[in-house]
C-alpha cells in the first residue's frame, strides 16, 4: 500500500519519552529505579531540512525490556518497518506483553496526549544518555538485523546446527542422504516386524490333518452316507488337500501316500460338486490338483451370453446402438473376434427382441466362433457341414461366404433339422443346403468339397455349466462309444475332402469335450489311417496346446498344433479344435478301413450299409415328427409335366402318354392283327382309286 494523505500532512508521531514507560509501570504497581532529571521534552517542529525519522519506534520494536536491570528475555522478531507509526504502536504492544493483560489494557486504553508528555515529573531529567541500559532508549539494547546472522525458523526439534547444515547445498544433500538412509532403515524394520508376526502365525507351521482313520467301522461309514454333507468342511478339506499335494515333501503326514491325498480329494469333491467318480478321476488326471479345482468351480457358474451378428444383414456397431437404445449392457466379446456381443444384462428378453426376428444375430457360445475362424471359408467354395444342427456354425460360414458357392448342412436328425431350417431362413443363408444323411455314408453320397467342418458328437464334458446331467451320467461305456464314432466321422470327413483344390482341401475337426480320449486319440489314429494328412496350424490367437502324451501314452509331435480351451482359463465352453490339410488322394486299399472290405462287392457294401442303419425303422418311429415328408401325388403330377415338356422339345406327341398302358399290354395280338388289317385294306382302296382316276384320265384323252 502506499503512503496515505495523513502521513504526508503530519509525518510520523513522536517517539514516547522513558517518562512515559516510568509512569506507566508506577501504575500498574511495578518498582522504577531512580533516574535523572531529564530536560523537559518540548514538541518540536519539523524543518523542511529534517528528514522524516524511518527508524521512530526501532528501539521500543528492536530493543529488549529490562525491569530491575533484568531483562525479561521477550525479543521483538527483527523486521523493519516504513512507516514509524505502525512499528512504535508494535514496539509498545511487544515490551508489555510480558508485564501482564492489565497493564496492556490499561496501557493502551487510555492514552496520552502531548501535554501528558510535557507535563511527566520526569521532564526535567537529562536527555537519553543518562537513562542507561534499563531501557528501551539504551543503545547496546537494539541490535542490527543485517549485522547479525539470522536464525531459520524450524521446528522446536532442530537446532541451529541444523538450520545451517539447509543453508547451503552440500548440505542439503547430506541431510537428504540421511533421511533415505533413515527411510531404509524403517521399512526394513516393517519388513522385520511382519516376517516376525507372519513367523508366529504361520498356519504352514502345523501340518493340516485331512486324512482320516485308517479303520472305520461298517456302522460310521453308513452313518456318514445317510448324514448331509458339512459344504463348509469339505471346502477346507479340498483347499487343505491342495495344499499339502502342492508341497507333498513338507506338509505330509508322516507314513501317507500321495495316493492317499489323491484319492481323498476326489471323495471330497464327488461329494461336494456332485461329479460321479469315474468322471471326477478322468477330469482330473488332465490338470494338477489346484487346476483341477479351479476347473471344476468354473463350472459351477455359467458362461457370459453372448451373440453373433449376421454381416449378411447388419454391422456390429449397428447391432450394439440398437440393442443399448433397447437397454442392454453389452460389450465386444474380444479383439479374437469382430462379431461376437457378450451380454451383462437386458431388460428385453434376447430371444424376441426384432433385431432377433429380423435375423440381425443369434445366440451362440463365444468357443462355437473357434471351429469355422479356423476352417475360414472362402467365396465360391463348396463347403460340407457334418453335423449342422441348430444351424450356428453353418450360417457363420455362409456369412463368411458372402452367399457365395454353396454350403452342404446335413445333420443325421430329422427333428433337430427343424431348427436348423428355421435358423438358416431366419439369417437370410441363401447357399446352404440341408441335407439327412448319416454323416458316415456321405463320401459315397457326395464327395470333392473344398472344406469340411465336423463338429463331432461328444460326451460334453467341456459344458458341464449348460448340462450338469454330465456329471453323473455318462460312464466308462460312453467313453468307448463315442470315440470310436468319431473315429469314423473323422475317416468319412477326410474322404469327402478334395485334395486337389486350388483354395482349400482343409477339415476342422472339433468336439466340446476336454477329456483325451474323444480329442487326441482320435486326431492320432486318423493320421495312422490316412497318411495323406496332416496337421496344420489354427491360426487361432489363442488357446493352449493339445498333448503330446498322457498317462503313458505318446502322441505325434504335431499335435501341438492343435488347441485346447478350458471354462477356468479363458472363461469359455471346454472346446478342442484340430485342422488338418488333405494332401493327396485317399488309398484305394483305405477307403473302407475294414479288412474284408477289398474282397467285398459293391453291391455287397451297399447291402452292409443298409442293413447297419436300419432307416425303415427309423421312418416307422419318427412319422408324425412333421419334418417336411415328400407327398407322391404331387410329385407325380410334377414328374409327369416334365416329361410333356420334354416331349414336345423332341417334337413327340405328349398325349401318347395319356393312352392305357393295361389294353396295350392284355391285348397286344389283336392290335398287331387290326393293323395288318387295315393295311390291307389300305392297299386294295388305294389300288381301286388309282385304277380309276386313270380310266377316267383316258376317257378326257
Same mark, same amino acid.
Given at each position: 500500500m502506499g503512503v496515505g494523505r495523513r502521513m504526508k500532512k503530519q509525518g510520523p508521531p513522536e517517539k514516547l519519552s522513558e517518562e512515559h514507560f516510568a509512569k506507566l #509501570?508506577?501504575?500498574?504497581?511495578?518498582?522504577?529505579?531512580?533516574?535523572?532529571?531529564?530536560?523537559?521534552?518540548?514538541?518540536?517542529?519539523?524543518?523542511?531540512?529534517? *528528514?522524516?525519522?524511518?527508524?521512530? +519506534?526501532?528501539?521500543? &520494536?528492536?530493543?529488549?525490556?529490562k525491569t530491575n536491570g533484568k531483562s525479561n528475555g521477550v525479543k521483538a522478531p527483527p523486521v523493519s518497518s516504513k512507516y514509524g507509526k505502525s512499528v512504535k504502536s508494535q514496539?509498545?504492544?511487544?515490551?508489555?506483553? /510480558?508485564?501482564? $493483560? =492489565?497493564?496492556?489494557?490499561?496501557?493502551?486504553?487510555?492514552?496520552?496526549?502531548?501535554?501528558?508528555? /510535557?507535563?511527566?515529573?520526569?521532564?526535567?531529567?537529562?536527555?537519553? =544518555?543518562?537513562? %542507561? =541500559?534499563?531501557?528501551?532508549?539504551?543503545?547496546?539494547?537494539?541490535?542490527?538485523s543485517d549485522k547479525e546472522d539470522r536464525k531459520a525458523m524450524f521446528s522446536e526439534d532442530e537446532d541451529d546446527s541444523d538450520a545451517e547444515e539447509q543453508l547451503t547445498a552440500a548440505n542439503i544433500v547430506g541431510l537428504s542422504r540421511k533421511l533415505d538412509q533413515q527411510r531404509e532403515q524403517d521399512e526394513a524394520d516393517a519388513q522385520a516386524e511382519l516376517e516376525e508376526a507372519a513367523l508366529q502365525t504361520n498356519i504352514d507351521i502345523e501340518k493340516p490333518h485331512v486324512l482320516g482313520e485308517e479303520e472305520e467301522d461298517d456302522l460310521a461309514l453308513k452313518t456318514k452316507a445317510l448324514l448331509a454333507p458339512d459344504l463348509q468342511l469339505l471346502r477346507t478339506r479340498i483347499t487343505d488337500t491342495i495344499r499339502v499335494l502342492d508341497d507333498f515333501a513338507n506338509l505330509s503326514e508322516e507314513g501317507r501316500s500321495r495316493a492317499e491325498y489323491t484319492s481323498q480329494l476326489l471323495k471330497d469333491i464327488c461329494a461336494y460338486y456332485g461329479y460321479s467318480e469315474y468322471l471326477a478321476e478322468k477330469l482330473s488326471n488332465?490338470?494338477?490338483?489346484?487346476? *483341477?479345482?479351479?476347473?471344476?468351480?468354473?463350472?459351477?457358474?455359467?458362461?457370459?451370453?453372448?451373440?453373433? !451378428?449376421?454381416?449378411?444383414?447388419?454391422?456390429?456397431?449397428?447391432?450394439?446402438?440398437?440393442?443399448?437404445?433397447?437397454?442392454?449392457?453389452?460389450?465386444?466379446?474380444?479383439?479374437?473376434?469382430?462379431?461376437?456381443?457378450?451380454?451383462?444384462?437386458?431388460?428385453?428378453?434376447?430371444?424376441?427382441?426384432?433385431?432377433?426376428?429380423?435375423?440381425?444375430?443369434?445366440?451362440?457360445?463365444?468357443?462355437?466362433? @473357434?471351429?469355422?475362424? *479356423?476352417? +475360414?471359408?472362402?467365396?465360391?467354395?463348396?463347403? @460340407?457341414?457334418?453335423?449342422?444342427?441348430?444351424? %450356428? #456354425?453353418?450360417?457363420?460360414?455362409?456369412?463368411?461366404?458372402?452367399?457365395? %458357392?454353396?454350403?452342404?448342412?446335413? $445333420?443325421?436328425?430329422?427333428s433337430r433339422s427343424k431348427g436348423l431350417i428355421g435358423n438358416i431362413h431366419r439369417l437370410g443363408a441363401r447357399n446352404v443346403i440341408v441335407c439327412n444323411y448319416d454323416a458316415r455314408e456321405f463320401p459315397r453320397v457326395m464327395g470333392g468339397f473344398d472344406r469340411v467342418l465336423l463338429d463331432a458328437p461328444c460326451s460334453g464334458t467341456g459344458v458341464i455349466a449348460k448340462d450338469p446331467s454330465v456329471k453323473t451320467n455318462k460312464d466308462e461305456k460312453d467313453f468307448m462309444v463315442l470315440p470310436h464314432t468319431q473315429k469314423q466321422l473323422l475317416l468319412s470327413a477326410i474322404d469327402s475332402v478334395n485334395h486337389a483344390s486350388k483354395t482349400g482341401g482343409y477339415l476342422v475337426y472339433s468336439t466340446c469335450?476336454? !477329456?483325451?480320449?474323444?480329442? /487326441?486319440?482320435?486326431?492320432?489314429?486318423?493320421?495312422?489311417?490316412?497318411?495323406?494328412?496332416?496337421?496344420?496350424?489354427?491360426?487361432?490367437?489363442?488357446?493352449?496346446?493339445?498333448?503330446?502324451?498322457?498317462?503313458?501314452?505318446h502322441f505325434d509331435e504335431s499335435l501341438r498344433l492343435t488347441r485346447r480351451y478350458y471354462p477356468h482359463t479363458y472363461n469359455v465352453d471346454g472346446f478342442f479344435v484340430a485342422k488338418f490339410q488333405k494332401v493327396g488322394p485317399t488309398p484305394a486299399n483305405l477307403a473302407k478301413d475294414k479288412p474284408s472290405s477289398e474282397a467285398r462287392s459293391p453291391a455287397a457294401a451297399r447291402e452292409e450299409v443298409v442293413?447297419? !442303419?436300419?432307416?425303415?425303422?427309423?421312418?416307422?418311429?419318427?412319422? $408324425? $415328427?412333421?419334418?417336411? +415328408?415328400?407327398? =407322391?401325388?404331387?410329385?407325380?403330377?410334377?414328374?409327369?409335366?416334365?416329361?410333356?415338356?420334354?416331349?414336345?422339345?423332341?417334337?413327340?406327341?405328349?398325349?401318347?402318354l395319356e393312352k392305357p398302358k393295361g389294353e396295350a399290354a392284355t391285348q397286344p395280338?389283336?392290335?398287331?392283327? /387290326?393293323?395288318?388289317?387295315? #393295311?390291307?385294306?389300305?392297299?386294295? &382302296?388305294?389300288?381301286?382309286?388309282?385304277?380309276? &382316276?386313270?380310266?377316267?384320265?383316258k376317257k378326257k384323252a
Open positions: #509501570k508506577r501504575k500498574a504497581g511495578l518498582p522504577v529505579d531512580d533516574t535523572p532529571a531529564e530536560a523537559p521534552n518540548k514538541k518540536k517542529r519539523r524543518t523542511a531540512k529534517e *528528514a522524516p525519522s524511518k527508524n521512530n +519506534g526501532a528501539a521500543a &520494536k528492536k530493543g529488549a525490556l514496539g509498545v504492544t511487544s515490551a508489555l506483553a /510480558e508485564d501482564s $493483560d =492489565d497493564v496492556l489494557s490499561d496501557g493502551l486504553g487510555e492514552g496520552f496526549g502531548d501535554s501528558d508528555i /510535557e507535563n511527566d515529573e520526569f521532564s526535567d531529567l537529562a536527555g537519553d =544518555d543518562a537513562l %542507561g =541500559d534499563d531501557f528501551i532508549g539504551s543503545d547496546d539494547s537494539v541490535y542490527d488332465l490338470f494338477t490338483p489346484r487346476e *483341477a479345482f479351479a476347473f471344476f468351480e468354473a463350472n459351477e457358474t455359467a458362461r457370459p451370453v453372448v451373440i453373433r !451378428t449376421n454381416t449378411l444383414r447388419t454391422h456390429r456397431r449397428d447391432l450394439a446402438q440398437a440393442l443399448i437404445n433397447r437397454g442392454v449392457t453389452l460389450e465386444p466379446v474380444g479383439k479374437w473376434s469382430k462379431v461376437g456381443l457378450q451380454i451383462f444384462e437386458s431388460n428385453v428378453p434376447l430371444g424376441a427382441t426384432p433385431e432377433y426376428l429380423a435375423g440381425h444375430y443369434i445366440l451362440q457360445a463365444a468357443s462355437s466362433f @473357434l471351429p469355422v475362424m *479356423a476352417l +475360414g471359408p472362402q467365396e465360391g467354395e463348396r463347403v @460340407l457341414d457334418m453335423a449342422a444342427a441348430p444351424g %450356428g #456354425k453353418t450360417t457363420h460360414m455362409a456369412a463368411m461366404m458372402k452367399n457365395t %458357392g454353396c454350403v452342404f448342412a446335413n $445333420d443325421p436328425s430329422k469335450s476336454v !477329456t483325451v480320449e474323444e480329442n /487326441e486319440q482320435v486326431v492320432q489314429y486318423a493320421l495312422s489311417k490316412r497318411p495323406n494328412v496332416k496337421l496344420v496350424s489354427t491360426d487361432l490367437p489363442f488357446g493352449k496346446e493339445g498333448f503330446t502324451s498322457y498317462m503313458g501314452k442293413d447297419k !442303419t436300419p432307416i425303415a425303422a427309423d421312418d416307422r418311429d419318427r412319422e $408324425d $415328427d412333421g419334418f417336411g +415328408g415328400f407327398d =407322391d401325388d404331387e410329385d407325380e403330377k410334377y414328374i409327369e409335366r416334365a416329361k410333356r415338356n420334354a416331349m414336345r422339345k423332341r417334337g413327340l406327341d405328349p398325349k401318347s395280338k389283336e392290335k398287331t392283327k /387290326e393293323k395288318v388289317k387295315a #393295311k390291307a385294306n389300305g392297299d386294295t &382302296k388305294g389300288k381301286g382309286e388309282s385304277g380309276e &382316276k386313270k380310266t377316267k384320265s
